[in-house]
């Protein structure tokens, strides 16, 4: 149906270009004319649009049935309303201004369209307005009113196009930075050794694939956590994303020892593909913006150049100032070609700068609003410490101390005293030791963290952190763990997961996940859930195992007590204590009577 209307406008104008062309110079083309040939372009691209979707589907790449989320419902229903009221807007104005206006301007319906179209993108450039008390009037409710929904189908274009790159460009980035960290990870220094040995030798060698950090965790914990920020003498840390690669040169390996390096890991991969996220956002709106720029441009130059003898250059002014809606009014489009082009170029423009400008606030206005934030705590709104804070972080103060401590040194040596090594040690670990704790200290702390915390004591804290991740879903943007604060998510989740193997296997499969791997398929962070929504479904599903276990002890208790309901006169009552436990004292007599029996041979 598409390609036949597209078919049918293509007729038409062709046709009339044929039989029934203007007599120039006297005549030219409507402004109607072109809008059809503009319809036809736009029907031609949608058809298109359509055939690309039909063949995907066709292919397996789209599936059967399609549904709309709540946001593209929003952006459908939001754009009809606006053309409904562009439309009827230029209807309007078109009758009021023809019935009551001064009559020395053509009000036809095209050209309130135009004047409805510049009214609402606040651009007003002054060539075309209503000069009758009604046509002024209408004005005040029409504006508001437009303005209002091209702000609303504004938002919710920016919307679309963030969860549409969310969904096709950032988690797909997202994945294959981490396939390719996790082809990258080994555990052990010495087989990272052994691979860079590897990968330096001609020879083809493999890489190790990832760990298990459930049934391998005792073999991957060490005593000391290796820092991803500081190189050691055993091994040095390696970025986590690749560099790029020649076609015969091998990823280097990357070490993670211990279950916080790899939260490390996948922390940095989210941080990077959002950055990547905002950034291409941001260029791909910049080239967004200077092609229609440049090509309305030329457009605006071939179309307006008769009329108004325009040139290029003063066609990318009036393009630039249409963008950002400023409207001095010196010029404006006059054609018949050039208003109906305008009609089209502001609706698609104008949005796009609009988002241009969303796009730069998360990158480059956010840099630089950081930027003015820490120099006026050093200049004119200082914090108190900042000064300090940039000493110390720039480590002129250790220097200052450390000279300081040697000039000491140097003056006792003068007056005779004796310095021994101990001392000099001692003034050069003087920071260091200042950090250190005392054991006494460490040994009662230590001797108090080793405690396992009592189930009520787990049942209690798990109460609290449902009653906390549940304030956190309120936060916009969603709130990101920390490590810390993982491990007592994770602890809170599994110490309800009792039982066999079959039970835990049990549990897994219907209540979601209880192990998981930081850099897996299974990461929280590779849910698309936020992790706030994440933990509490965890931790809820944890509640109601701790919920299910004491209420099958309870019923076990009252088992193994003999206490339960007895019938009374027909009618089901719960046994007292005293009633029970005379009943075990007759039960017992009675198996003593018959074990009594049994024991006297027959006479």
């Avoid at 044929?18 to 007599?23: C, D, K, T, W």
């Avoid at 820092?227 to 040095?236: E, G």
């Avoid at 986590?240 to 279950?259: A, G, H, S, Y």
């Avoid at 719960?574 to 436990?581: K, L, P, Y």
């Amino acid at each position: 149906m598409w390609y036949l209307a597209t078919g049918i406008l293509i007729a038409i104008t062709v046709s009339m270009e044929i039989h029934v062309p203007p007599i120039r110079p006297q005549q030219t083309y409507s402004q109607g004319f072109w809008y059809a040939i503009l319809a036809a372009v736009m029907y031609l691209i949608a058809s298109m649009l359509l055939m690309v979707n039909m063949l995907g589907y066709f292919l397996g790449h789209y599936p059967q049935e399609f549904e709309l989320t709540e946001s593209q419902r929003t952006l459908i229903l939001q754009t009809m309303l606006f053309f409904i009221w562009l439309a009827s807007g230029g209807a309007i104005f078109a009758k009021v201004e023809q019935t009551y206006g001064d009559g020395n301007t053509n009000w036809s319906y095209v050209n309130s369209l135009y004047f409805s179209d510049v009214t609402i993108l606040t651009v007003g450039f002054g060539d075309l307005s209503a000069t009758s008390s009604a046509g002024r009037g209408l004005v005040f409710p029409y504006s508001v009113g437009g303005t209002i929904m091209l702000g609303l189908v504004i938002s919710s274009i920016s919307r679309f196009a963030t969860e549409l790159g969310s969904e096709k460009v950032v988690d797909k980035r997202r994945e294959r930075t981490r396939i390719r960290t996790v082809d990258r990870v080994v555990s052990s220094p010495e087989e990272l050794h052994r691979l860079r040995g590897n990968v330096q030798s001609p020879r083809i060698g493999s890489i190790s694939g990832p760990s298990d950090p459930v049934n391998n965790s005792a073999r991957l914990r060490i005593s000391e956590p290796q820092n991803l920020n500081k190189t050691s003498s055993n091994a040095s840390a390696l970025t986590f994303l690749p560099k790029p690669i020649r076609p015969n040169q091998k990823p280097r390996p990357l070490l993670l020892r211990d279950e916080k390096d790899r939260f490390k890991t996948m922390r940095r991969i989210q941080l990077k593909t959002r950055k990547y996220k905002q950034w291409t956002g941001l260029m791909l709106s910049i080239f967004s913006f200077c092609v229609l720029w440049l090509l309305g441009a030329l457009v605006f130059f071939y179309a307006e150049s008769q009329t108004q003898g325009l040139t290029y250059f003063e066609a990318l002014y009036f393009c630039y100032v249409s963008l950002l809606t400023i409207g001095y009014g010196d010029l404006a489009p006059k054609s018949n070609i050039g208003r109906p082009f305008f009609v089209l170029w502001s609706l698609i423009a104008v949005p796009t700068m609009t988002i241009l400008i969303s796009a730069m606030g998360d990158t480059v206005i956010q840099g630089f609003k950081k930027g003015v934030e820490k120099g006026a705590e050093v200049t004119i709104l200082p914090r108190r410490g900042v000064i300090g804070d940039i000493l110390k972080k720039s480590g002129i103060i250790g220097w200052i101390e450390d000279r300081k401590a040697r000039k000491e040194l140097d003056e006792r040596r003068e007056r005779g005293f004796d310095v021994g090594p101990d001392e000099e040690q001692t003034v050069k670990t003087e920071e260091a030791a200042n950090e250190t704790v005392d054991p006494a200290e460490d040994t009662t702390t230590a001797g108090e963290d080793d405690r396992e915390p009592s189930e009520f004591e787990l049942a209690t804290r798990l109460a609290l952190a449902i009653q906390q991740v549940a304030m956190d879903l309120q936060e916009s943007p969603p709130k990101r763990y920390e490590y810390d604060e993982w491990l007592e998510f994770t602890t809170l989740i599994k110490f309800t997961n009792y039982g066999s193997d079959r039970a835990k296997d049990d549990n897994s499969e219907e209540e979601g996940l209880i192990e998981w791997d930081w850099i897996g398929e299974d990461s929280p962070m590779m849910a698309k859930q936020s992790e706030p929504e994440f933990v509490l479904d965890r931790l809820c599903e944890s509640m109601s195992r701790y919920i299910k276990r004491q209420a099958s002890g309870h019923r076990k208790e009252e088992k193994d007590t003999g206490a339960g309901l007895i019938e009374a006169g027909g009618a089901i009552v719960e046994e007292d204590e005293d009633v029970t436990s005379m009943r075990r004292v007759a039960t017992s007599g009675e198996d003593t009577q018959s074990d009594t029996d049994t024991a006297v041979p027959p006479s």
